[in-house]
């Protein structure tokens, strides 16, 4: 009996379960000729399992095949931070101790073409930071696979779900390379890292791929002048909404200048005594603070503007990205500050972390209830046209 596409992208992603466990066994087997051929025979597996699976209802859309690789290796991150908590134990044991590598398709490839002797330890992976990463990869970012190759797979819109995964891909990308680049482990990187530059490339063709697809909702003409026509005081949301931006606007400012280590009094207070971790030597929490400012500080001043003025279309798609991107960003940050593997001295103090996650769990969230707002009701910020128009 035949099985949908999709579920058979989920049944793949689960075989690498046993995968992970059999390639950890055979390292410690010491045999480089086992250690190969088991390479050469998994891949095999896969290409055959695939091929028979996806036989008679294979999608056409190249993007499915993308999320499916990924999907796959989401699952084998999810297992690094599984036993980087020492929840299961024997999967990837090899990866965490002697691979030196920042993600699941290097660790395949390198697995299957080098043997295990020359490979040198991968600090990244195992700080704070990098175990955040690997638990929301291993499971909202697979999620969102799933929940796009099953839109492609019964030929649905999935556009607003690839926009969000667009702008937490970004986000994670862009703080663990430069993080793992400027970080105290950045003399570290061996050339295998190079790797994650293929597995990047795609991906950013993925994100280029989905900003470009059209959408499909329509809204009536008469619905998007009444909205319009209501000044910002007689729309009391969006008039909460404007007062979180200019806090917003203020708080990423303070924690960039923050980043590039301000003397002022009230900088330092903060830092030693809520948010340490933002001067871990590892860089992450700098290179976030850094990007915020950069990029979440002009998203906010344009989000205040089109609350004011009506007509402006690209807010649907940037808020998307961007609650994507401070999601994950919020995830790693306040995860990583609280984690056992950042340095004691790091760490929030324990007094201070209801003050400490109020304020980063709200910085979080109202950018997804904002998101939530503008997908569902999106009349105010549609031109007065009655054509479909992007969501």
């Given amino acids: 009996m035949?099985?949908?596409?999709?579920?058979?992208?989920?049944?793949?992603?689960?075989?690498?379960?046993?995968?992970?466990?059999?390639?950890?066994?055979?390292?410690?087997?010491?045999?480089?000729?086992v250690f190969f051929f088991a390479g050469c025979a998994t891949l095999i597996f896969l290409v055959i399992s695939a091929r028979f699976i996806l036989k008679r209802k294979a999608p056409l859309d190249s993007l499915f095949y993308v999320y499916a690789v990924h999907a796959f290796f989401s699952v084998v991150n999810l297992i690094i931070g599984l036993e980087?908590?020492?929840?299961?134990?024997?999967?990837?044991?090899?990866?965490l101790k002697e691979a030196s590598l920042v993600d699941p398709l290097e660790m395949l490839e390198s697995m299957i073409f080098t043997h295990c002797q020359i490979l040198q330890a991968d600090?990244?992976?195992?700080?704070?930071?990098?175990?955040?990463?690997s638990y929301w990869d291993g499971c909202v970012h697979y999620l969102m696979y799933l929940l796009m190759i099953?839109?492609?797979?019964?030929?649905?819109?999935?556009r607003a779900i690839g926009l969000y995964w667009v702008g937490s891909f970004v986000m994670c990308s862009i703080i663990y390379l430069l993080g793992n680049a400027v970080g105290k482990y950045g003399t570290e990187m061996g050339p295998l890292f190079f790797l994650h530059l293929l597995y990047i490339s795609v991906s950013v063709w993925a994100c280029f791929r989905i900003v470009s697809q059209p959408s499909?909702?329509?809204?009536?003409?008469?619905?998007?002048?009444?909205?319009?026509?209501?000044?910002?005081?007689?729309?009391?949301?969006?008039?909460?909404?404007?007062?979180?931006?200019?806090?917003?606007i203020t708080f990423c400012v303070f924690r960039?200048?923050?980043?590039?280590?301000?003397?002022?009094?009230?900088?330092?207070?903060y830092v030693q005594h809520y948010e340490p971790y933002m001067k871990d030597p590892s860089a992450y929490p700098k290179i976030h603070m850094l990007v915020s400012m950069l990029y979440s500080g002009p998203y906010y001043v344009l989000t205040l503007y089109s609350l004011l003025v009506p007509g402006c279309e690209w807010m649907l798609d940037l808020t998307l990205i961007h609650s994507g991107a401070i999601a994950q960003a919020q995830?790693?940050?306040?995860?990583?500050s609280l984690h056992t593997r950042t340095p004691f001295s790091y760490r929030v103090p324990a007094d201070s972390q209801p003050v400490f996650l109020l304020v980063n769990v709200l910085y979080a969230l109202v950018p997804q209830v904002l998101c939530y707002r503008c997908t569902t009701s999106p009349a105010f910020f549609l031109r007065g046209t009655p054509e479909k128009k992007s969501a």
């Fill in 331 to 336: 995830f790693s940050h306040i995860g990583a």
């Fill in 256 to 269: 960039g200048l923050i980043a590039l280590d301000c003397s002022n009094t009230l900088c330092q207070h």
């Fill in 123 to 133: 600090p990244h992976i195992n700080t704070a930071h990098g175990h955040m990463m």
């Fill in 84 to 95: 980087q908590d020492n929840i299961i134990d024997g999967f990837v044991t090899f990866y």
């Fill in 150 to 158: 099953a839109a492609i797979t019964w030929g649905d819109n999935f």
């Fill in 2 to 33: 035949s099985v949908s596409a999709g579920t058979g992208v989920f049944l793949l992603s689960l075989t690498s379960i046993p995968i992970c466990y059999l390639f950890n066994s055979v390292v410690y087997n010491n045999s480089a000729e």
């Fill in 216 to 248: 499909t909702q329509i809204v009536e003409l008469t619905n998007i002048q009444e909205a319009q026509k209501m000044p910002l005081f007689h729309r009391p949301l969006d008039l909460c909404f404007t007062i979180y931006l200019i806090l917003a």
